[in-house]
C-alpha cells in the first residue's frame, strides 16, 4: 500500500504513520526524521539544513525531493510505503508525481488528519522526543531517569528546537501558506480520506483503518 500521511506540524502524522507502517508492515519515511538525523550526524545534509529547520522554514524542494528520490527505490519500500512531512509543496507534489510515474507506482491513498491550531500549539508545546527512536510523548508523563516505552533508551527524551512556540508559529503559517493546497492537488490523484484528528491515539487510528481499506 502507498500512503500520504497529511496535516499540520504536531497533529499526529508521525505516531499515526508509525502505527500504520507497523500494521502493514510498509516502510515509514519521514523526511522530518531524516533530516534531524543528518542534523545530528553533521552530514553535508544536515549542515545544509540545520539553521533552516530550527527556523522552522522548509529546506529547498530539490534537497528533500533528491532524498524521497533515493528513499522510495530502497529495498525496504518493495512492499509499499508512507510518507510522513512530504510533500510539502506544490512543487514536492510534482516532483513525487515524476517519480510514481517512474517507479509505475499504483493508486495513493491521502490520509488527513484535522485539528485546530490551538490544539496543536498545545500538544506541541508540550510533546517531547525520543532521541534515539523519534517516538513522541507528552511531557507530563516523561519523569526523571524515564525508559522510551518504545526502544527502552534511558532518559533519551529532549524538546525539539522546533517545538518552541514562536518556532510553532512559524512553521504553522508555512503550513497554512506553502502546504495546505497540497491537499487539493490530491483531489483527482488519490483516494482521500479526513481524519478528525483531536480523538485520542487508538480512536484515530481506527479511524484511518477503517477507512483505508
Ligand atoms: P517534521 O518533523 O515533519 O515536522 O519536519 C521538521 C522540519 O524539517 C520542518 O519544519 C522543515 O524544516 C523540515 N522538513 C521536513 N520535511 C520537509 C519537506 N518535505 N520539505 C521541506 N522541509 C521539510
Known amino acids: 500500500m502507498r500512503i500520504i500521511i497529511f496535516g499540520a506540524p504536531g497533529v499526529g502524522k508521525g505516531t499515526q504513520a508509525k502505527i500504520i507502517a507497523a500494521k502493514l508492515n510498509i516502510a515509514h519515511i519521514s523526511t522530518g526524521d531524516i533530516l ?47 510518507l510522513d512531512g512530504y ?14 510515474r517512474e517507479l509505475n507506482t499504483e493508486t495513493i491513498h491521502l490520509v488527513k488528519l ?9 500538544r506541541i508545546s508540550n510533546r517531547l522526543v525520543c532521541g534515539v527512536c523519534g517516538n513522541i510523548l507528552a511531557k ?12 527502552k533508551a534511558e532518559e533519551s527524551y529532549y524538546k525539539r528546537k522546533d517545538d518552541d512556540e514562536e518556532v510553532i508559529k512559524r512553521r504553522l503559517k508555512v503550513y497554512h501558506e506553502q502546504t495546505a ?23 484515530i487510528s481506527q479511524d484511518i483503518f477503517a477507512k483505508l481499506v
Open 36 to 82: 534531524r538525523a543528518a542534523i545530528k550526524n553533521e552530514t553535508e545534509l544536515g549542515l545544509q539544513a540545520k539553521a533552516i529547520v530550527e527556523r522552522g522554514e522548509l529546506v529547498p524542494d530539490t534537497i528533500v525531493g533528491a532524498i524521497i528520490k533515493d528513499t522510495l527505490q530502497e529495498v525496504r519500500c518493495k512492499n509499499g510505503f508512507i
Open 140 to 151: 507530563n508523563l516523561v519523569t526523571e531517569h524515564f525508559v522510551c516505552p518504545n526502544c
Open 181 to 203: 493546497p497540497v491537499f487539493h492537488y490530491y483531489a483527482d490523484k488519490a483516494h482521500v480520506i479526513e481524519i478528525d484528528g483531536t480523538k485520542n491515539i487508538d480512536e
Open 114 to 122: 484535522r485539528a485546530k491550531d490551538e490544539i496543536i500549539i498545545d
Open 87 to 100: 510533500p510539502r509543496t506544490i512543487a514536492q507534489a510534482e516532483i513525487l508525481s515524476n517519480i510514481f
